[in-house]
C-alpha cells in the first residue's frame, strides 16, 4: 500500500500543440451539467506584473453546479508560472514549467483532512484529464464519468484511512438529476 501524504502532486503534460485555449468558469456544458465548481471573484487578481511573484489576498468563492459553496483565498499569482491559493481548507497550488517542447503543469493539494485523500485526488485527476483533452480539443465526457472509476483505485492505492470522506452531500443526487 502506498504512504500516504498530505501533499499528493499531480503533473500532466498537455498537448504540444493546443488547438483553443481553456476558458476557466465557461458555464454548463451541453446537456446542462456543468464543472464540480466555478469561483467567483477573481479579478481581483488580473494585473499582471512580469518578472515577479504577487502576494495576494483576494478573496475567493467557489461555488458547486450542486449549489453548495466555500471560500478561498488567492496566496501567489504569478503568472504565467506559479498560482497559490485556499480552496476550503486545502492549500492549492499549480505551477507551469517548460518541458521540451510543451508545458509541465503540476498541481500540488494539500489536504487538510487525510480522510478526504482518495476522493479530492480522483477528483483531481479526472480535472486535470479534463483539461488535457480540452487542450487538445476533444469533446469532454459528463462530469464523473472518470472520477467514478478512478476513486477506488485511489482507495486501494492509498488505504481506508484516505477514504473515509466520500462525495459532499447531495452530489450522486445531483448527478443523477442531469443525466
Known amino acids: 500500500m502506498a504512504e500516504v501524504t498530505r501533499e499528493p502532486v499531480f503533473s500532466r503534460p498537455p498537448p504540444a500543440a493546443p488547438r483553443r485555449r481553456p476558458r476557466p468558469g465557461r458555464g454548463p456544458e451541453p446537456g446542462g451539467r456543468g464543472p464540480p465548481s466555478r469561483c467567483h471573484n477573481v479579478t481581483a487578481i488580473t494585473v499582471p506584473m512580469p ?9 475567493l468563492r467557489f461555488v458547486s453546479s450542486a449549489g453548495e459553496g466555500f471560500d478561498g483565498q488567492m496566496l501567489v499569482f504569478d503568472p504565467p508560472s506559479v498560482m497559490e491559493f485556499t480552496w476550503g481548507a486545502d492549500l492549492v497550488r499549480i505551477e507551469l514549467r517548460p518541458d521540451g517542447a510543451g508545458t509541465l503543469l503540476t498541481l500540488t493539494d494539500t489536504f487538510d483532512d487525510l480522510g478526504k485523500a482518495a476522493r479530492d485526488a480522483a477528483g483531481w485527476h479526472e480535472c486535470l484529464d479534463r483539461l488535457v483533452g480540452d487542450l487538445a480539443g ?6 464523473d464519468d472518470r472520477w467514478r472509476p478512478l476513486h477506488p483505485v485511489y482507495v486501494a492505492s ?4 484516505a477514504s473515509r ?3 459532499p452531500p447531495g452530489w450522486e443526487e445531483h448527478l443523477d438529476s442531469q443525466a
Not at 138 to 143: D, E, K, Q, R
Not at 158 to 161: A, E, K, Q
Open 51 to 59: 518578472h515577479r511573484s504577487v502576494r495576494v489576498t483576494a478573496p
Open 165 to 167: 470522506i466520500g462525495p
Open 158 to 161: 492509498l488505504g481506508p484511512g
Open 138 to 143: 476533444t469533446p469532454p465526457s459528463a462530469w
